[in-house]
């Protein structure tokens, strides 16, 4: 059985040259700039949404009181669904859903 194609190692030495020059050469740039020193700058934009995200992150997943609530206003009976609202908010949403999920027609542009 004979396999063609070169041999494991075979013609690498100059990408392997040029890899470690690309190399040297990044070392050498980073050690100029290093008197210099980085700075950023973080718009207040970015400010107000990362200590939003901090306070969305400490809320609890799940609002126990609320679960126990309901789980004993379904056990005892007392729980009672407006059939009109949720159907409105059905609607509601499959209208808005609609609206929104229409590509504009290139014909009419």
């Known amino acids: 059985m004979k396999i063609n194609g070169k041999k494991p190692?075979?013609?690498t030495d100059n990408i392997v040259k040029k890899v470690?020059?690309?190399d040297?050469?990044?070392?050498?740039?980073?050690?100029?700039?290093?008197?210099?020193g980085d700075s950023v700058n973080i718009s207040q934009r970015a400010m107000d949404?990362?200590?939003?995200?901090?306070?969305?992150e400490s809320l609890p997943d799940v609002r126990g009181d609320?679960?126990?609530s309901l789980k004993s206003d379904i056990e005892q009976g007392s729980y009672s669904v407006d059939a009109g609202k949720v159907a409105e908010?059905?609607?509601?949403k499959a209208l808005r859903d609609s609206i929104y999920s229409r590509k504009p027609n290139?014909?009419?542009?």
């Open 66 to 68: 609320m679960v126990v």
């Open 20 to 22: 470690g020059e690309k």
């Open 89 to 92: 908010k059905m609607i509601t």
């Open 49 to 56: 949404l990362s200590r939003v995200k901090k306070m969305l």
């Open 24 to 36: 040297q050469v990044k070392q050498s740039n980073a050690g100029d700039a290093s008197g210099a």
């Open 9 to 11: 190692g075979v013609g």
């Open 106 to 109: 290139k014909t009419n542009e």
